[in-house]
């Protein structure tokens, strides 16, 4: 299986644009520039990006990791923060911090929490990131 996107920049780092679209269509000359990444504009950027996948990634994983124990979740809500740091001369994605509030009938704390560890050590999305990745979870009843 293989997944699409492009990407198309103009002009130089500060004052260019792009844009971003993938092949099913939900991004479509989605905007990004130096603005967007860097300060505040309308638009998306790489790392929001990143976020989103490994948010959704992690999420449907641990949905398998809860299967594999028995369990069936009622919500599964993950939120991603990618970290963009300055190193040397230029920036490197240094941290993955995901934050996890579930509700699943039944789960035992122990069962949760493998659960979870087993998703963000084995989502494909968290094999990809070679950074630290951590994670908050939140059993909830």
Request: glycine share 8%; net charge negative.
């Amino acid at each position: 299986m293989q997944r699409h996107a492009k990407a198309q920049w103009k002009g130089d780092l500060k004052s260019g644009a792009g844009t971003i679209s993938t092949d099913s269509g939900v991004l479509s000359n989605t905007q990004y520039s130096f603005k967007t990444r860097f300060e505040q504009g309308s638009g998306t950027n790489p790392e929001e990006l990143l976020a989103a996948a490994h948010a959704g990634c992690f999420s449907m994983a641990l949905s398998l990791m809860l299967q594999n124990e028995g369990l069936k979740a009622d919500s599964i809500d993950t939120t991603c923060s990618i970290s963009l740091e300055q190193e040397g001369g230029g920036f490197a994605i240094k941290r993955s911090h995901l934050e996890l509030k579930a509700k699943i009938p039944g789960a035992s704390k122990e069962a949760f929490e493998r659960a979870a560890n087993n998703a963000k050590e084995n989502c494909p999305v968290s094999k990809l990131y070679d950074t630290e990745i951590t994670l908050n979870a939140q059993l909830e009843s």
